[in-house]
């Protein structure tokens, strides 16, 4: 089984994105493989329908998503807010159930590397203690540069397997401000951690065909080898 954590510097990096572009691709392109989709946590509104209106998952919304909360604000912050526990050790279940049933799984993880999950352990710490490679969405962006260094510190740090960024537009950039905000040599200079490509703006992120076709464009054989 191969499962690939898909991480960002921050809340609104393109995980969503990138998620639904290496879906897409598998689906259209490896059928042969069942593939399987997991938030383990969401605050506020998620991503659990659009996953399910894309892909043919045969995936209930508690088999993506197991742990939710209403407040659009860290898990620790939420469950107080609702009286309740982040109980992982249910996530950790729903996720190994998943991950038995299915050749390939992708992990879409909230926020960044350092967003916390509980009072003592973040992102970065679930992905070491999952043994989960990790693949970091960074936005095309001024400052998309220390934020790739002080997120790939952090996973050194942590003890994560970081196999690549892969850099977003998340808003139309013109093709000098790539270059001027995301320098690849510099951020693979600074960090000596691979960039796995670039995905564009897109103005439609449904469409499964273009999705596709972004993943295609990325070192995919290095993503889905992971």
């Given at each position: ?26 689906q ?40 939710r ?9 939420a469950?107080e ?20 049933q299915r ?10 590397l ?73 951020i693979?200079?600074?960090t ?19 999705l596709?076709q ?13």
């Amino acid at each position: 089984m191969n499962a690939l954590l898909i991480a960002g510097t921050d809340t609104e990096t393109g995980k969503t994105v990138l998620t639904s572009a290496l879906a897409a691709y598998c689906q259209i392109y490896r059928p042969h493989e069942s593939l399987g989709i997991f938030k383990p946590i969401q605050t506020g509104t998620g991503d659990c329908e659009l996953y399910q209106k894309l892909f043919d998952l045969k995936q209930t919304s508690e088999e993506i998503t197991p742990l939710r909360f209403q407040a659009p604000v860290a898990p620790p912050i939420a469950a107080e807010q609702e009286g309740r526990l982040v109980d992982l050790g249910s996530v950790w279940q729903a996720f190994n159930a998943l991950r038995q049933q299915r050749m390939r799984v992708l992990v879409e993880a909230l926020g960044g590397l350092g967003s916390p999950i509980t009072h003592e352990l973040t992102v970065a710490d679930l992905a070491r203690d999952w043994r989960l490679p990790v693949v970091l969405v960074v936005p095309v962006k001024l400052g998309a540069i220390a934020q790739a260094v002080a997120n790939v510190a952090l996973a050194r740090q942590s003890g994560v397997h970081l196999i690549g960024i892969v850099l977003n537009c998340v808003n139309s950039c013109s093709d000098q401000e790539i270059k001027d905000w995301t320098p690849v040599a510099l951020i693979e200079s600074l960090t000596n951690i691979p960039i796995l490509g670039s995905i564009p703006h897109l103005a439609d992120p449904a469409d499964r065909s273009k999705l596709a076709q972004v993943a295609s464009n990325l070192d995919i054989e290095r993503l889905l080898l992971s």
